[in-house]
């Protein structure tokens, strides 16, 4: 008796334990619900994707309203939602005590947060991203009403914070709660949520493209169509809605500007042009690193009301000040007035535009950093804008002897400060252009965004976005990956070192044939000519076995969880397969029909399929 229990001991030590396999590894009959069982048809997604980029289009005309109205009411006590953004806010009628507003608004704001939804502090996208990357696109319906208050509160009360952060949250929490109200797969909820996204940023801007853009490189995991068409209709949808309330015109009114001369001097100011993105990579990584050193600094001061009212009171003393000595508010709320006089030509003096950048970047870090609720994007166009039109009036100065453009320095300069913050590349661009509907300005938005994007990564790796979720312990994928590993044929996938043996054969037997071996091995088990089963063994770990007697056969200890497949089925069928069966192992035959003894060539573990994922992986760039 105790020699029989030591025996079966031993021998349970030379199969690779059932219960130690992979998560995924279950019994056919206790696999939970796949989420193919809830795909929705692509029509009726798109259908939602529709209806969504309605609703969204909706949030972002009332957003703007809103913020109008709580704008009036800080700054002249009046109620009404009459609010051009592209025009200079006229001198309040509080004079000094105009102070106070942003302190009244982040008290408002911090109540707002602090008691329903956390997740509406900050800037929104990190929130998003992190919904979709760790939390299977799951955002609490409360977050889009959260948001919307706070940051219209935080916006209208002169925060120095832009408003495209909060509509894609909440057109993402739109978004989420719709994938959560009707069954589908994490999927497909995610593909809602990037929808959302995208069609709040179109609707902000009126820029159907870039929503695209954005929803495609920041927020989606898989490019497919069935993961675009849902995005586009949503952001197109989003898009026309917006027009029909606010206007068909561009989010920018810009006079015709020749960015670019037609004869060879070009060259030379192409040369500048990407000098120009090379500083505004060095501003966005100072902007990077400087946004998240705020919030650090804030967070020592002890007290949510406290370290908002504090860093709102600065802001306060910031915007008067600009007023007093320089005749605007310009870094309150979204800053696209002063966007619009530097497109215009209005505003070009050299100190005055490196005064207004150096501003808005202490006016933005500390907004955000004490706790205010906005997103970074508009005051990335403000720096942007800055900087690029000081940089056109610092060569002016030197007496540079081509036409140089203040109005088209300050477009590229837009374009590379969001390009090297966010890491957008083509949103960026693609955005830049359909806010002004300029297109001269593409081929030196392109070097500039791109050099800016490069001096960005040198300084600092992780983007505006991603480095709060890092810091948190929660990292992002920093690129779409076409993993070609998945285009390959079973045979060249397949382990083909591999035994196959009858279902009769004594396990004794077996492993006294193979004891000297001493490794992993897998074996195809036959019965009648088919097959029967697979088994995965360690032949050495059990030496000495003659000895014993297990009294079992291969047979016995045979895993049924097995599928077939072809030598020509492609990686990607063999792991949806895989998947479908809850499958221990791919058994692979060539031809077709019922496959025998003799038909069989290798097999493909999930192990398998992790390697050659990682080798498909390693001809992209780290």
Known sequence: M???????????????????????????????????????????????????????????????????????????????????????????RWGVFIIGAPVIGGIIVTFLVSNFAPEAKG????????????????????????????????IGSGSSVGREGPIIQIGSALGSTLGQIIRMPIGQRIVMVAAGAGAGIAATFNTPIGGVMFAIELMMPEVSVSTFLPVAIATGAATFVGRWFIGQQPAFLVPP????????????LLLFYTVLGGLTGVAAAAFIHGLHL?????????????????????LGLLMYGLFVSCGQYYVDGVGYATIESILVGNTTTLWLLALLFACKLMATSMSLGAGSSGGIFSPSLFMGATLGGCFAALLQALGIPIPISIPAFAMVGMGAMVGGGTGAVMTAITMTF??????????????????SVGVRRLLSRENIYTLKLVRRGRPIPKALHANMFLVRHAREVMDSDILVSQAEQSFDEFLRQHEGEGRLRHVVVIKGNHVFGVIRINTGLRRG???????????????????????????SEV???????????????????????????GVITREHVANSVADGLKIYPR
């Open 123 to 154: 800037h929104g996208v990190p929130e998003v991203m992190n919904a979709i990357y760790h939390h299977e696109g799951r955002i609490r319906p409360i977050v889009a009403v959260v948001k919307s208050l706070a940051s219209a509160v935080a």
């Open 545 to 571: 076995l003659e000895d014993r007697h297990t009294g079992v056969n291969l047979g016995d200890i045979a895993n049924r969880d097995f599928t077939i497949v072809g030598t020509e089925m492609i990686a």
């Open 2 to 92: 105790v020699e029989t229990e030591k025996s079966n001991l031993e021998y349970e030590k030379v199969l690779e334990p059932i219960e130690n396999a992979p998560a995924w590894h279950v019994s056919n009959k206790d696999a939970p619900e796949h989420d193919e069982d809830l795909r929705l048809s692509l029509l009726l997604l798109s259908a939602l994707a529709l209806g969504l980029g309605i609703v969204t289009g909706l949030g972002a005309v009332l957003f703007r309203d809103l913020i109008g109205l709580l704008h009036n009411l800080f700054f002249n006590g009046t109620f009404s939602i009459a609010y051009d953004a592209n025009v200079f806010t006229a001198p309040s």
């Open 575 to 601: 792991i949806q397969r895989l998947w479908r069966k809850n499958a221990f192992m791919a058994v692979v035959v060539r031809g077709h029909g019922v496959p025998r003894e003799a038909d069989v060539v």
């Open 434 to 451: 359909e806010m002004t509907r300029e297109y001269d300005i593409v081929m030196p938005m392109i070097l500039a965004v791109a050099t």
């Open 257 to 268: 500007l020749q960015a670019l001369t037609t004869d060879a001097s070009a060259i030379v």
């Open 294 to 314: 705020a919030e650090d600094c804030f967070d020592k001061i002890p007290g949510r009301y406290t370290r908002h009212i504090l860093g709102m009171f600065l």
